[in-house]
């Protein structure tokens, strides 16, 4: 068998795959809560309520590449105890911009509803950091400008309604060498959208 009949039955699911696929983008609004890992004795960190805004852009039917853009901000109490009696306790706020390169799949595809999974690596940008109430001095100049991580989440779609959970663990250390907090320390998120679906099949 020569090439050309090796390569027509790939060129044609490929050219079918193109022609049916199908677009829709998803507006999303949500909640997260961001950590920061391997605490220690003189630090110690714990989850606060953050926001996140953006889009995502699904390609495909039930099998599709899912990328997307989102701003957000997130909040983490830290915990600074340099002796056994006393301790100081702020809240960080990062405002960050992520970007997502996820693969989705439909576990149930039906008209009006829809059970997903998606996973894939995303990247987050640090804009700004700052502090509540300025216990702290969190200075953006000790924190790495960007972290890239692993995602996965799970969504409901209800006709156009669609909900998501899901969490973003990071592959990069928050804080420079230098840093004076937890240098080993990576972020990890959980967070649940709200959006509508533009497009698509119905």
């Known amino acids: 068998m020569n090439l050309r009949k090796l390569l027509l039955p790939v060129v044609t699911v490929a050219?079918?795959?193109?022609?049916?696929?199908?677009?829709?983008?998803?507006?999303?609004?949500?909640?997260?809560?961001?950590?920061?890992?391997?605490?220690?004795?003189?630090?110690?960190?714990?989850?606060?309520?953050?926001?996140?805004?953006?889009?995502?852009?699904?390609?495909?039917?039930?099998?599709?590449?899912?990328?997307?853009?989102?701003?957000?901000?997130?909040?983490?109490?830290?915990?600074?105890?340099p002796l056994d009696t006393t301790f100081i306790e702020d809240n960080l706020i990062r405002t960050t911009a992520k970007v997502k390169a996820l693969l989705g799949y439909n576990l149930v595809h039906g008209d009006g509803f829809k059970l997903r999974v998606n996973v894939g690596p995303t990247y987050e940008a640090l804009l700004s950091v700052d502090s509540k109430d300025d216990k702290i001095d969190f200075n953006k100049k000790d924190y790495n400008g960007g972290s890239f991580n692993m995602d996965a989440g799970l969504g409901v779609d209800?006709?156009?309604?669609?909900?998501?959970?899901g969490v973003?663990?990071?592959?990069?250390?928050?804080?420079?060498?230098?840093?004076?907090?937890?240098?080993?320390?990576?972020?990890?998120?959980?967070?649940a959208t709200l959006g509508v679906v533009i497009g698509g099949s119905d």
Do not use: C, H, M
Not at 158 to 165: C, G
């Open 168 to 191: 973003s663990y990071g592959l990069s250390n928050a804080y420079k060498d230098e840093g004076k907090l937890l240098p080993d320390s990576k972020y990890f998120t959980w967070y």
């Open 158 to 165: 209800l006709s156009i309604i669609t909900l998501e959970t």
């Open 15 to 81: 050219a079918t795959g193109v022609a049916t696929a199908q677009f829709a983008v998803n507006p999303q609004v949500g909640i997260n809560f961001t950590n920061l890992t391997n605490n220690n004795s003189v630090y110690t960190s714990s989850a606060a309520l953050g926001f996140q805004l953006g889009a995502d852009f699904r390609l495909g039917d039930r099998l599709y590449f899912q990328p997307g853009a989102y701003f957000g901000r997130s909040a983490t109490y830290i915990k600074f105890t």
